[in-house]
């Protein structure tokens, strides 16, 4: 745990909220985080945990060496204007808005000096400690921040780096929109389960365990999910004859599609349409 590191939220929402948890008493003491929230209730639940609570900018950011913003994307120039003023220089600053990319960061931080700029695409198993980001960063960022940005992030889950920043596209429909692809599963799992005969609780339970079990299988084996697949599927058996279902209507074409799909958004929003 650092003394020397402050971490100021730009947003205290959800999110910041699931990285604060990993953060505080780790990294750092929760009086080194400092939250700038409008919201009230927010700023409570901040100050609760030992936090330091604004309802605006003001000076105490100053003295913050990591700022993370967490506001949604149709609010981020009017917050990123009224917060720059207290920048200084060196700072690191972490994004975690959807679709701003670092030169919109650049454009609205004009005049801020030695800007280090790094873009996140979190989601939302993050509040539960189980993320997955993925991060890309400005050229101006040394190593040593570089490694600071991992460390933030990993206190709720999984870190990757990308060499391009249009690869964020990439992560976005990936890991960004894929818990509600995984949701989506579980609610097909589910209802596949009641139309043959079980009562919807305990096929939820079922299809949610199975998820997670699978998922778990997966990150604990040497092994790729194509062969952890392959050991499961007895030639004629039950899995075949499912399988064989999923062939037929090309669902990994369809997987793929719906991902170009959010790839292409994900782009659209970055260019602001």
Known sequence: MSSDLRIAFIGGGNMAAALGAGLAGKLCPADHIHVVDINEDIRARWQGLGSTAAASADET?????VWI???KPQVMAQVVEATRPWL???????????GITLARFEQWLAGAQALRLVRCMPNTPALVGAGASGLYASAAVPQAQRDLATSILAAVGTVTWVEQEAQLDAVTALSGSGPAYIFLLIEALTAG????GLVQADAQALAIQTVLGA?????ASSETPAVLRQRVTSPGGTTAAALQVFEQREWPAIV???????A???EELSQGS
């Not at 950011?61 to 060496?65: G, T, V, Y």
């Not at 793929?256 to 959010?262: G, N």
């Open 61 to 65: 950011l100053r003295s913050c060496n």
């Open 69 to 71: 913003y967490a506001v």
């Open 88 to 98: 200084a220089p060196g700072t690191l600053v972490i994004s975690i808005a959807a």
């Open 193 to 196: 389960g009641e139309r043959l």
């Open 215 to 219: 998922a778990q299988l997966a990150a």
């Open 256 to 262: 793929a599609d719906a991902m170009a799909a959010a």
């Open 264 to 266: 292409r958004r994900a």
